[in-house]
């Protein structure tokens, strides 16, 4: 079993900065391919950034240059960093860790932490 706990969300003028913070907890989370996901009000949840346990990342176009996604293996915590907040990044983020199984991947989801960026 994984169990996903994000913090660091808030309230954040546009063009700020925060750091979200995934820790987790259960086997085989080197293995897995981390990411972050979010939900705007009304809207579809969407992939955000990934990181594999090679540590390859990918992004969402509307965040490249933007955020910056991470890990620690030792401490099994996931990190997004993000700069030059927008209005539009204002969302639930979720983190994600897809665990290898014997021929597939199971999904685990923490609770979310709400981003607002607002003047």
């Known amino acids: 079993q994984v169990q996903l706990v994000e913090s660091g969300g808030g309230l954040v003028q546009p063009g700020g900065s925060l750091r979200l913070s995934c820790a987790a907890s259960?086997?085989?989370?080197?293995?897995?391919?981390m990411g972050w996901y979010r939900q705007a009000p009304g809207k579809q949840r969407e992939l955000v950034a990934t990181?594999?346990?090679?540590?390859?990342?990918d992004y969402v176009e509307s965040v490249k240059g933007r955020f910056s996604i991470s890990r620690d293996n030792a401490k099994n915590r996931v990190y997004l960093q993000m700069n030059s907040l927008k209005p539009e990044d204002t969302a639930n983020y979720y983190c994600?860790?897809?665990?290898?199984?014997?021929?597939?991947?199971?999904?685990?989801w923490g609770q979310g932490t709400q981003v607002t960026v607002s003047s």
């Open positions: 990181i594999t346990s090679t540590g390859s990342t």
């Open positions: 994600n860790a897809k665990v290898p199984m014997f021929t597939s991947t199971r999904d685990y």
């Open positions: 259960g086997s085989r989370l080197s293995s897995s391919t």
